[in-house]
């Protein structure tokens, strides 16, 4: 089993920015994909950024250049540094980690941003 704890939440002001981590711990093994989604209220789940097979990185085009993805292998941490937030950046941030076609998911943490 796989298990991800997520931090790094909270309330900030528009521009502001947030840090996100993420560790996993359990029968990690090989990872194909770790990285981070969001659901706002009444939208669906939508990839934010992700670092697959441990190197190459994906954004949304809607935080290219705001946002950057990090992953530290020797703590199977993940890491999303967010920079010029938005209102519309406000959602749940849940951690996701890819392993052999079966997809683990964090609790979820709220990130708000206030005009």
């Known amino acids: 089993q796989v298990q991800l704890v997520e931090s790094g939440g909270g309330l900030v002001q528009a521009g502001g920015s947030l840090r996100l981590s993420c560790a996993a711990s359990g029968s990690i093994g090989s990872i194909n994909a770790m990285g981070w989604y969001r659901q706002a209220p009444g939208k669906q789940r939508e990839l934010v950024a992700r670092v697959v097979s441990g190197a190459r990185t994906d954004y949304a085009d809607s935080v290219k250049g705001r946002f950057t993805i990090s992953r530290d292998n020797a703590k199977n941490t993940v890491y999303l540094q967010m920079n010029s937030l938005k209102p519309e950046d406000t959602a749940v941030y849940y951690c996701?980690?890819?392993?052999?076609?079966?997809?683990?998911w964090g609790q979820g943490t709220q990130v708000t941003v206030s005009s």
């Open positions: 996701n980690l890819a392993r052999w076609g079966v997809n683990y």
